[in-house]
């Protein structure tokens, strides 16, 4: 496709719901990230893959949240058991090079999960 | 602790009146500075990437500069549809991939 592409846009869950959000990176791009942004904020990172494998899963809030790129392209972002601070946007990005240095990544438009 | 704030949180400018944002950053061996324009329900879109203290780069109305502690965003002579709020972000020092963002700063030029 042209971009990244995140789906659904939007979100409501219930409180205790799981709930899984999909991202299709651009095609043959390399690296993939999830990034959390919270109303008024700036993104904050949540985990790095490098194709298949995740290399850094060191922003993920708790083990509630899980995901995974079992191909090295799209990716799924997995909240089991959501709470009302989970509610924000989650931003995938993607690049067509390890890590980011000397390049830009490519964001999606994002998901916009509300937890009520 | 490594950390980007970014000032005014918002600007209000009238079409054709320049201005400054300025973003400020305490990150150890600064590796990357990237400013990033968000529009309302998108994603972060790219502008710039700076490497090193006096480097500047341009796009149409907007110049960004950097020194050893912060970053400007000049934007010359405003429009309507430079509205939108602007990111600032500084790679990680132990990753090559991850990066810090700010807050931001919401813009909106007034016709």
């Known amino acids: 496709g042209a971009g990244v592409s995140q789906s659904p846009r939007y979100k409501v869950a219930k409180r205790g719901q799981d709930v899984a959000l999909r991202c299709d990176p651009i095609?043959?791009?390399?690296?993939l990230f999830w990034y959390q942004q919270a109303l008024g904020q700036g993104p904050e990172f949540l985990t790095y893959f490098q194709n298949e494998a995740q290399l850094d899963k060191s922003g993920l809030p708790s083990d509630r949240f899980f995901a995974e790129r079992p191909e090295g392209s799209v990716s799924t972002l997995k909240i089991q058991r959501t709470q009302q601070e989970d509610s924000a946007v989650y931003l995938c990005a993607s690049s067509p090079i390890t890590g980011i240095s000397n390049t830009e990544a490519f964001f999606g438009q994002g998901t916009r999960l509300t937890v009520v | 602790e490594d950390q980007v704030t970014q000032s005014p949180e918002a600007l209000r400018l009238q079409e054709g009146e320049s201005s400054s944002l300025n973003c400020s950053y305490t990150v150890s061996g600064l590796r990357g500075l990237f400013w990033y324009r968000q529009d309302p329900g998108k994603g972060p879109e790219f502008l710039f990437t700076?490497?090193?203290a006096g480097e500047e780069k341009e796009k149409e109305r907007l110049k960004a500069t950097l020194t050893k502690k912060e970053s400007f965003l000049h934007i010359t002579a405003p429009k309507p549809e430079d509205s939108a709020t602007y990111l600032c972000a500084v790679q990680a020092p132990d990753s090559s991939y991850k990066l810090i963002f700010g807050s931001g700063t919401r813009l909106l030029v007034r016709p």
């Open positions: 095609s043959g791009h390399v690296s």
């Open positions: 700076l490497y090193s």
